[in-house]
């Protein structure tokens, strides 16, 4: 057949546009993980939450937000200091439906309906949000974290308390009296410290007025067009925590100068900046010289955050390499049917299945810790061992995942590059690896029946394997005092452990099995793709990602 010479090729065997897909019905391992927690008002509010974040439309604010990144203005034309950053509409799109939504704040709800399930179900709003963007979530997290830290100020929080629950995003740069609703950011870090907050020099001297000034900087500044900050700065007394706002009291700016904003990797819609404090105002929150204590209210619940925006996100890549290979011929038949793809999709849906489980269950114990001794336990323990194991996951996950699209999943055209590049985010905000590591092991030294608990837990819930891993993480642990250095081993075991325990509770047997058979079963194993013909792979993926 002769071609006209002015029309080119035909397109096909190409993979439709991943979207229009329910992120909470489609998804059979957050339903089992919820389990007993759903009404028909949470499933509304949930089916609601995945509709939009599955959305094409969704994922066309993601690529907008990302695109345009953030623009600071630190002065106006007639040279008066402005140090406001602008936002490209989409990002405040995102943030208006977050907000209202109550990711901010809705683990703090005080319907008495929602007792025992709020930051579990609030952990599933955010799971699924971060299947279609990550950056503005971290205001989210930063302001819903921010709670803990003002209950230990009773005074301020009366004050901010109604201003942080509000529904309404009001992202006018005013002071915080005038406006709808706030958000709060944070700012801990500093050149010559990063992790070790207790290096700052910030430096703060109080002025008469009920406020400390403080003089100094931060390296990493987050969210700066947020309405107030947790920072930490020195007194006589040591480090202390102070709630900083962008307005002083007279309706003044606060002397808090952006610097620059970061050249960051990934998180591209979201501001991360450099500031100078030049005597900037502030409010002491927590006892004097126990800021570090006081900083970790908010920390904890970060971590939380850490793992299951990298959950959302292993899940996000998994359903993009599937829908792929349902859609791609090779060699005659559809990509999923090759027997190594299929294996390949498998492997990697069991670590989105247990990353899934792990940190709903971690959620669950956030909500149940107030009056359970054990779940306190449990979450004190599990939540840097869930962090450091949840997030490190995600970037070789999201990278396989890429490489079963091959050349397209490479390209800036489609979803999988913009979340390659946001997935080594988790792993190392809000400590890093190593720092996991310690705060586990800090976790056995002052709490050390915070083992029992978990191991209670395992036991009853792995069965015949459960004497077997529980022996291993008590081996670990035992290890670890003696040599400090081997304490990712036991940090990595505790999180398979408990990831395994999770699946025998809401997975299908053939999920769990296959998940504790090859990951605690001590094969070796480097990549994804390692599943032998004992396991159904196509059920594996069916599960995780069910053809709809």
């Known amino acids: 057949m002769d071609l006209d010479p002015g029309v080119t090729h035909e397109v096909f065997n190409q993979t439709p546009p991943y979207a229009g897909r329910n992120l909470f019905t489609g998804d059979p391992a957050l339903r089992s993980a919820l389990d007993a927690l759903l009404d028909p008002q949470a499933e509304e509010d949930l089916t609601r939450v995945g509709t939009y974040w599955g959305s094409s439309d969704a994922l066309e604010m993601a690529r907008l937000a990302n695109t345009n990144i953030p623009v600071l203005h630190t002065h106006d034309a007639q040279g008066r200091r402005l140090d406001t950053v602008e936002f490209h509409p989409a990002y405040h799109a995102m943030m208006r439906r977050s907000v209202e939504g109550g990711l901010h704040c809705s683990a703090w709800d005080q319907d008495k309906m929602l007792t025992g399930r709020r930051h579990a179900l609030r952990g599933a709003r955010l799971y699924m949000t971060a299947q279609g963007e990550c950056g503005h979530i971290c205001p989210m997290t930063m302001t819903n974290a921010a709670i803990a830290a003002l209950k230990l100020s009773p005074e301020l929080l009366e004050v901010w308390l109604p201003r942080i629950t509000s529904r309404r995003y009001d992202h006018r740069f005013l002071p915080p009296e005038q406006k709808v609703g706030v958000t709060i950011g944070m700012g801990m870090s500093e050149k010559q410290g990063g992790t070790d907050v207790r290096a700052n020099t910030t430096a703060a001297t109080q002025s008469g007025n009920g406020m400390w000034e403080l003089t100094g900087h931060k390296w990493f500044f987050s969210a700066p067009m947020c309405d107030a900050f947790l920072v930490l700065a020195q007194t006589q007394s040591g480090p202390t925590c102070f709630l900083m706002p962008r307005f002083l009291p007279d309706g003044s700016v606060n002397r808090i100068r952006i610097q620059r904003l970061k050249d960051k990797l990934g998180n591209r819609s979201n501001a991360s900046s450099e500031v100078e404090f030049h005597g900037a105002g502030a409010w002491i929150v927590g006892e004097e010289g126990r800021g570090v204590r006081t900083i970790l209210e908010m920390v904890t619940l970060t971590r939380l955050d850490c793992a299951l925006a990298s959950a959302g996100q292993m899940r996000a890549a998994l359903g993009e390499a599937v829908h792929h290979a349902r859609h791609r011929q090779v060699f005659g038949t559809r990509l999923i049917d090759q027997p190594m793809m299929t294996r390949v999709l498998a492997d990697v849906a069991l670590d989105v299945a247990a990353a899934t489980a792990l940190s709903i269950r971690l959620a669950r114990a956030f909500d149940h810790g107030p009056v359970n001794e054990r779940e306190a336990l449990f979450a004190r323990l599990v939540t840097p061992a869930t962090k450091y194991w949840v997030c490190k996951a995600t970037p070789p996950l999201v990278y396989e995942a890429m490489e079963c699209l091959g050349g397209n999943g490479y390209v800036e055209e489609g979803n999988l590059a913009r979340i390659y590049r946001e997935a080594p985010l988790d792993a190392i905000w809000e400590g890093a690896g190593n720092v996991m590591c310690l705060n586990v092991l800090r976790a056995l030294q002052n709490s050390p029946e915070s083992l029992d608990a978990v191991i209670g837990e395992v036991e009853r819930d792995l069965g015949s394997s459960g004497p077997v891993s529980s022996q291993v993480l008590k081996a670990a642990a035992r290890a670890c ?55 159904d792979a196509k059920a594996l993926v069916e599960y995780a990602f069910p053809e709809m």
């Open 481 to 535: 005092v003696d040599d400090p250095g081997s304490s990712r081993i036991l940090t990595e075991q505790l999180a398979l452990t408990v990831a395994a325990a999770c699946l025998r509770q809401v997975a299908p047997r053939a999920v769990a099995d296959a998940f504790i058979d090859t990951r605690l079963g001590g094969q070796w194993r480097a990549t994804y793709g390692m599943l032998d013909s004992r396991f």
